[in-house]
């Protein structure tokens, strides 16, 4: 990892709620609350569609102002991560979930 960033910022993780709060000076400027994400199955959709799905409805929550992400907090990458995640639980990007499985 030090090949690859100038820094690093490590944090001790609690469950629960994340928030984040950006503050310029003494000001706070804006909150933002950490969604993780869920994907839950209707028996039609396959993950894919699910992702799709979720990673829109996150970017467009994100959007405020002349603000503007790249990649949106809490929006799911389609990457060889994933697909091995999948392929571990023997899924794939095209598998339909059950109604209400996640």
């Known amino acids: 990892m030090k090949e690859s960033y100038k820094s690093i910022l490590l944090q001790q993780y609690i469950n629960g709620t994340e928030y984040r709060i ?4 003494d000001e706070p ?3 933002t609350k950490k969604i993780p994400p869920v994907l839950v199955g209707n028996g039609k959709s396959n993950i894919g569609e699910l992702i ?3 990673n ?3 970017k467009s929550s994100y959007v405020q102002g002349e603000l503007k992400f790249i990649e949106a907090p809490g929006t799911i990458k389609r990457d060889t991560a ?3 995640f999948l392929v571990a639980h023997n899924y794939s990007i095209q598998s339909v979930l059950d ?4």
């Open 22 to 25: 950006y503050f310029v000076g």
């Open 29 to 31: 400027i804006h909150l």
């Open 52 to 54: 799709d799905s979720w």
């Open 56 to 58: 829109k409805k996150i």
């Open 82 to 84: 994933l697909d091995s």
């Open 99 to 102: 109604s209400e499985k996640n």
